[in-house]
């Protein structure tokens, strides 16, 4: 079955940085898309970022883009977050996702993604 668990979340204050991980297993990772959600305390789930598995550019949410990287390693199955320049409003917590989800299926029923890891700036 499909599991997705991330890590990397923590405290950090304004201006500094966090690389969120995703270890992916029960399905075929290097050909299938992956994106990034997150949720902010009170707020709906939200899109942040989508990497195909072939080369094409990734995208981003207009709130992160020029700050964060997304990227992954499909030898090990690993999705990754890099996130720089963080400002107060990027705490939440951060999900990796299956697939190409789109800004306005974050909150659908239907997205496969991990337990989420809490991101906290201050």
């Known amino acids: 079955h499909v599991q997705l668990v991330e890590s990397g979340g923590g405290s950090v204050q304004a201006g500094g940085s966090l690389k969120l991980s995703c270890v992916a297993s029960g399905f075929d990772f290097s050909r299938c898309a992956m994106s990034w959600l997150r949720q902010a305390p009170g707020q709906a789930m939200e899109w942040v970022s989508t990497i195909y598995w072939y080369g094409s550019r990734p995208s981003y949410a207009d709130s992160v883009k020029g700050r964060f990287t997304i990227s992954r390693n499909n030898f090990e199955d690993v999705l990754y977050l890099q996130m720089n320049s963080l400002k107060p409003e990027d705490t939440a917590v951060y999900y990796c996702?299956?697939?190409?989800?789109?800004?306005?299926?974050?909150?659908?029923?239907?997205?496969?993604r991990g337990q989420g890891t809490q991101v906290t700036v201050s």
């Open positions: 996702a299956k697939g190409a989800v789109k800004p306005h299926q974050a909150a659908g029923s239907g997205v496969v």
